[in-house]
């Protein structure tokens, strides 16, 4: 097909709440949308944090093949670790891949510093510098005059929430007249805008968000109702032969009990007690395995590390996640799968991967801080990642879409409504 695409991203919002909420009336924009195209339950890769997700978004790609395992990575042959930005990224972007398109990349997480792309990025988190978060630089003055954000201000949730809710909407509404403005005045021929306040309100607020009884709930609901009026918006601005999608990086849902990986593997005598190992750097052969946010465990074993621990086989990791399996917290399961790397990864980059991945049974925040003294302990977040119930929709294209379906096949699909062909096709696992 002919035409150009949209993409509005939707940070971290669940499928089932998005139909719940157009089913409601709250958001009667998506509802237009969702009757008038095809929306199926998109699946985040492993780990499901926002770094890695959108990463296999710009890409199509495996963590193995675009290198951005999370947050925070390792350098390779030691304990140093490097926040990943877009210049990081092994594999190429929309972008690149839809050379002689013009692209507006616009709050994308991980697009920082914003790269000269012959169209527009607006770097999305983690972004330090607003002078580096925009390219071209021209369109700084303009963002700048709207009041554009590049997060929110998150400050003090629990002492005064309604304050904080106040905060999202208000980066909200100058997030929508940015993108409104750069949409009306920058040609583009795949547009991406990413809402990161979904993302914000249910980490701190995912509680108000579903309890119909708590005083929170109307307040919360005007956000999303704030972000289909946002959506509304946008699609004002596309032609009757232009693409629709919505994406979501992660599902969402309720966190009762945040996990602390690295405490856990020090009390099992796995990983070398706080007084004699303070920080990853100062990990040595009385390590067996450490742990990288949120739950990425990585076997200290020599040849990958300088001070590695010898023995440490298949067997060994056999044993750990059956423990980690095995583990109960007030009689729930803390842990519902551990991955070895071989199972959710494939690429040339396969040797940086964690040996491997804990994913959380419900409820459950699994969390990597290296010097957390507690196992379990309470948190100012009361939502978590989920990775299923994510969104992908499209209106407009006849291409089939799998149900459900990985981030990775997202960036062949859009290709493909542009007439570009991907590296990778749908399902052949990038």
């Known amino acids: ?66 290198g951005v395992y999370g947050f925070v990575d390792l350098l390779p ?49 983690v972004a330090p510098s607003f002078d580096r978060a925009v390219r071209p630089a021209r369109l700084l003055e303009p963002l700048r005059l709207r009041g554009y954000r590049l997060d929110v201000e998150v400050g003090d949730v629990a002492a005064d929430p309604r304050a904080f809710i106040g905060r999202v909407s208000a980066a909200l ?13 920058e040609p583009w021929d795949l547009a991406i805008a990413v809402i990161t306040e979904t993302d914000r309100l249910q980490h701190f607020l ?53 996990f602390h990986v690295n405490a856990w593997l020090r009390e099992k005598g796995h990983l070398a007690a706080r007084e004699d190992t303070p920080a990853l750097a100062e990990v040595d052969e009385r390590t067996s395995v450490f742990a990288l946010d949120p739950a990425r465990l990585y076997l200290n074993r020599p040849g990958r590390f300088p001070r590695g621990r010898a023995g440490l086989g298949d067997a060994f990791a056999e044993e750990l996640a059956v423990e980690l399996t095995s583990l109960r917290w007030e009689g729930r399961p803390v842990v519902e799968r551990v991955y070895r790397r071989e199972e959710v990864y494939r690429g040339p980059l396969l040797d940086l991967a964690p040996d491997l991945v804990v994913m959380p049974a419900p409820g459950v925040q699994l ?10 302990r309470p948190d100012v977040f009361t939502g978590t990642h989920t990775r299923g119930n994510a969104v992908f929709y499209l209106r407009g294209g006849d291409a089939a879409l799998p149900d459900p379906m990985d981030m990775e096949d997202v960036a062949p699909v859009l290709l493909g409504r542009l007439g570009v062909p991907a590296a990778v096709p749908v399902g052949g696992r990038g």
């Open 173 to 185: 509404a100058a997030r929508a007249l940015s993108f409104e403005y750069l949409l009306d005045t």
């Open 77 to 125: 042959g030691g304990y140093q670790t490097y926040f990943p930005n877009v210049t990081h990224l092994r594999a190429p972007p929309l972008w690149e891949q839809a050379a002689g398109r013009r692209t507006l990349c616009l709050n994308v997480p991980g697009t920082y510093p914003a790269p000269e792309t012959g169209g527009v990025v607006v770097s999305g988190f």
């Open 206 to 258: 995912w509680r108000h968000v579903t309890d119909e009884a708590s005083p929170l709930h109307e307040a919360v609901l005007g956000v999303y109702a704030q972000v289909d009026a946002c959506l509304a918006r946008l699609v004002e601005r596309c032609e009757e032969d232009d693409g629709i999608a919505l994406v979501s990086d992660h599902g969402f849902g309720p966190a009762d009990c945040q």
């Open 1 to 66: 097909m002919t035409g150009r695409m949209l993409v509005v991203g939707l940070d971290g919002m669940p499928l089932d709440l998005l139909h719940g909420l157009a089913g409601a009336g709250i958001m009667p924009a998506a509802r237009r949308l969702l009757a008038e195209g095809r929306s199926v339950e998109l699946r985040a890769p492993v780990p499901e944090v926002s770094s890695t997700s959108w990463a296999s978004f710009l890409t199509g790609a495996n963590p193995a093949r675009h």
């Open 367 to 376: 969390r990597g801080a290296f010097g957390a003294d507690a196992v379990v």
